[in-house]
């Protein structure tokens, strides 16, 4: 799955002309209205885990893996949010991404990410934690894998705007019941009411 932002706050880690680290955030707990109701990645440390873009995360143009435009040199959990340092590499078609970013032409970010535990919390119930207000299915186990700076995010609203048909969901109206199986497979019932 991915959730896109436009995130006017990515900004240079150093000043300076040879500078290719910047910082951005690139997930939060804002509900998104994905096909099957409201979305809300948990961002409790527990939740969250951050071992593939500690190890190998990388930045994506469009999230086109043909395009890596860089690499993710730390990752952390900061008030509820995904937060990243990254940096790009110095190929051609990095730097003319890099530049478009330092210059604010470029400001869409979003995350590639992978949930296989959800809560599902009933309209009007709270979630087993009681932060959170039904109904919405929160990832209480999710990995991000990936950051792409992109051109056109789906939704301006921090948040909101996913394509689930490149990531094996079918749009919705077409047949959801594979989607749906694997869904009800992902799913931790909230039982109350």
Known sequence: MQRDFSVASIRAVNEGENNRAFELSFSSEE????????????????AVDLSRMESMGVVLFNHDRNKVIGKVTRVWIDGHRGKA?????????????????????LKGVSVGYRVTNYESVKEGAKSLDGRFTGPCYIAKKWMPFEISIVSVPADAT???????????FPPPGEDDRPALSYFEGCVT?????
């Open 189 to 193: 019932a909230n039982k109350n009411h």
């Open 85 to 105: 340092t990254i940096e790009f590499d110095s190929d051609d078609e990095s730097e003319t991404v890099r530049s478009k970013v330092a210059s604010g032409t």
């Open 31 to 46: 509900p998104c209205q994905m096909w099957f109701g409201p979305e809300i990645l948990d961002h409790d440390p527990s």
């Open 158 to 168: 921090v948040g909101v705007g996913r394509d689930l048909h490149e990531n094996g």
